[in-house]
């Protein structure tokens, strides 16, 4: 028998999810992450699986994994000493940047500019010139490269990246200095532009290569060393790592294009959510995935989320594809504490991690978090992790207390202070992503997942007036489930940068067909042949003068006979969707888009037996939870003996291995066919 292993490394847990493929059996586990080296508990938590599941670790055929790696090198600022190569005149490319600001009007005034990944002392100068439209106007001095690049070897750089203007009409001075700087520092990592970012723009298509080598380093190192681990234990099989945008690609590609990792962890939750709720009907999506650290919400419409074409990851923002993640600091780990200067209750950002952890776990945690709040308020029974962990509720009570004690109020008011503080700000992320970008968040359902997603997924419903609110099977390590069944991705764009008068539909078609060509390479060269290929293309257009374009699909077929004109009338349709305008200005078709998806997962998603619509034979014992200001009576359920079309009425437990969904009182948890718990208000009932 064959399976795939999704692994999602979390600040708190990781996550593992393993599938046999025929049969859709899954086996599910949870090991604490290490944070001084994840390779540590993804290793130890593979061997547990397979022993859990008694196969051999070389009966796993497909390994997909989720690294926060690249994540936690920008974060830390911990990448490598880069130096830059760039064309004669440009040296302070990265400096000039775009003259953004974050903050107010008067930002400017306490902003501090974030250290560059490519410091201006690791930046030379080559003479050389690429022209607009691709030709050589001054050749490359190859004497003076060598020159500058033994200057470079005086700042010790440990990565290298090449990016002259205007490559991305023509590599061919890239390239030759690629050859020479690998001749000078033969150990070294070394990117060009024209390969990692072949679009116009030399401030994002420059920035985006530095932070590529930045990156690139640590990210090579990881991947080989879990690629060594795994072999050692056993596993030969297919290894991939997650990209930003829920793509896949292969351990080998990801040490050359590891930009592309930067948001690898929290897209496989979107993915799972994606894959999960779309099997019971439900294209519109909030999805909120709570763990220890953080909480990361997207929108889903349609059944496709938001992609972005640029990834933000702390102070810096790449051109590269990614869905359309935010994230806020308010997890399971979050810190609560009262400021000395304001006595108002603070949640967050710091965090308890996994080490030492909240209070409950016993693992040396000493400072109040949000876990240790819903340990208070009832919400977590003692027992955690199907039974393999128990929770100590006295000494979460006891650091709640500390918080009570310096407001003048209940430990239980203390408790539902931080849980409350912390869905306030899940919620103000969750309405980023939809009311600020012009969606009613009444319009979409609410999925929660992560280990923690659960217990704030009904008051979250309530905040937004989002339902139903869904709970999908095994919430936990839904990352994992999205790792394990998304699918191979490759991605090519090419800039044309010019008005739609001076191109032709036959022009822009030839361009799709290079594209279709290449990016179909590249997955066979994944091994995914040309019949398994799912090849969609895209167009970014601008109406002249603007700075940004507005992404559209667009069809390889037909598109020699009218491509421009739908292209153009689409334009307009959307920019007045958009902005509530159109101009009568000349459209500009700035980069065309070719992606591939290689075959989508068989995996079946089990129906579950049909129930009666009691739910008694799943009751594990009497409970009670404080919840509107008071103490309700409430019942701990087992969601593995729930049956489909049984009804939970609030104020209830539904505890599983993994997660554990709170019933708020007045609602009504029912499970679907698929075994999705759909919470609603009672009264809408």
């Given at each position: 028998m064959a399976y795939r292993l999704g692994v999602d490394v979390g600040g708190t847990f990781t996550d593992l999810l393993l599938i046999e493929?025929?049969?859709?059996?899954?086996?599910r586990d949870k090991v604490p992450s290490t944070p001084h080296d994840p390779s540590v508990a993804v290793v130890n938590g593979t061997l547990k699986i397979c022993a859990k599941a008694k196969i051999d670790p070389k009966d796993v055929q497909l390994f997909m994994?989720?690294?926060?790696v690249a994540t936690n090198t920008v974060l830390t600022s911990t990448g490598a000493k880069v130096g830059l190569v760039t064309t004669d005149g440009y040296r302070q490319v990265l400096h000039i940047a775009r003259s953004f600001v974050p903050g107010g009007l008067a930002g400017w005034i306490v902003w501090n500019k974030p250290p560059l990944t490519a410091p201006l002392e690791s930046t030379v100068e080559v003479p050389e010139r690429i022209g607009a439209d691709g030709s050589i106007v001054t050749p490359l001095d190859e004497a003076a490269l060598r020159t500058a690049l033994e200057g470079l070897k005086k700042e010790g750089i440990e990565a290298l990246t090449i990016s002259f203007i205007n490559a991305y009409r023509n590599d061919v001075h890239e390239?030759?200095?690629?050859?020479?700087?690998?001749e000078v520092f033969p150990d070294l990592p070394i990117s060009l532009s024209s390969e990692v970012l072949p679009e116009m723009q030399e401030y994002e298509r420059a920035l985006t290569t530095v932070a590529n080598s930045y990156v690139r380093p640590r990210v090579a190192n990881y991947v080989r060393n879990l690629k060594a681990e795994l072999n050692k234990a056993g596993m030969n099989g297919q290894m991939n790592l997650l990209r930003s945008d829920a793509g896949l690609m292969s351990f080998e590609k990801a040490q050359d294009h590891p930009v592309n990792l930067l948001?690898?962890?929290p897209a496989g939750g979107v993915a799972g959510a994606m894959w999960v709720c779309g099997k019971s009907g439900f294209g519109n999506l909030l999805t909120v995935d709570v763990g220890g650290t953080s909480t990361d919400v997207a929108l889903i419409e349609n059944g496709q989320p938001r992609l972005a074409r640029e990834t933000e990851c702390g102070d810096l923002k790449v051109r590269a594809t990614s869905l359309d993640i935010r994230t806020v600091g308010a997890g399971g780990g979050s810190i609560a504490f009262v400021p000395e200067l304001t006595k108002a209750l603070r949640v967050?950002?710091?965090?308890?991690?996994?080490?030492?952890?909240?209070v409950c776990y016993s693992r040396g945690g000493d400072k109040p978090t949000v876990t240790d709040a819903n340990v208070v308020l009832g919400y977590l029974p003692e027992e955690?992790?199907?039974?393999?962990?128990?929770l100590d509720r006295p000494a979460a009570a006891a650091s709640v207390q500390v918080i009570a004690d310096t407001l003048g109020i209940s430990v239980q008011e203390a408790a539902n202070g931080i849980y409350s503080i912390a869905n306030e700000t899940m919620m103000g992320a969750l309405r980023l992503i939809s009311v600020q970008q012009g969606y009613d968040p009444r319009d979409f359902a609410l999925v929660a997942f992560g280990g923690a997603g659960p217990l704030h997924a009904n008051a979250l419903g309530k905040l937004l007036g989002s339902w139903p609110v869904i709970v999908p099977p095994s919430p936990g390590v839904l990352c994992a489930f999205g790792d394990a069944t998304t699918r191979l991705?490759?991605?090519?764009?090419?800039?044309?940068?010019?008005?739609?008068?001076?191109v032709s539909n036959q022009n822009v078609a030839d361009v799709l067909r290079e594209l279709h060509a290449a990016v179909s390479k590249e997955l066979l060269a994944e091994g995914v042949p040309e019949a398994e290929q799912e090849i969609t293309f895209e167009a970014g257009v601008r109406y002249s003068g603007q700075a940004f374009e507005v992404s559209l699909p667009v069809t390889l077929d037909g598109f020699a006979a009218a491509g421009l004109e739908n292209l153009g009338a689409a334009f307009d349709k959307e920019h007045e969707r958009l902005f509530t305008f159109c101009l009568e200005s000349d459209r500009e078709l700035v980069t065309v888009r070719a992606t591939a998806l290689g075959k989508a997962s068989a995996i079946k998603l089990e129906k579950l037996p049909e129930g009666n619509g009691d739910p008694?034979?799943?009751?594990v014992r009497d409970h009670a939870i404080w919840a509107d200001g008071k103490e309700h009576p409430a019942v701990i359920y087992d969601r593995a003996k729930l049956k489909a079309g049984d009804r939970v009425i609030g104020p209830a437990i539904i505890c599983e291995m993994d997660s554990t969904t709170v019933l708020l009182p007045e609602h009504v948890a029912e499970v679907d066919p698929y075994g999705l718990i759909l919470i609603r208000p009672l009264a809408a009932q």
């Open positions: 493929d025929e049969t859709g059996e899954t086996f994994h989720g690294t926060t390239k030759r200095a690629g050859e020479i700087a690998r948001m690898s962890g967050g950002p710091a965090s308890a991690g996994a080490v030492p952890g909240p955690l992790l199907g039974g393999t962990m128990r991705r490759a991605e090519r764009a090419k800039s044309i940068g010019k008005p739609f008068p001076d008694s034979a799943a009751k």
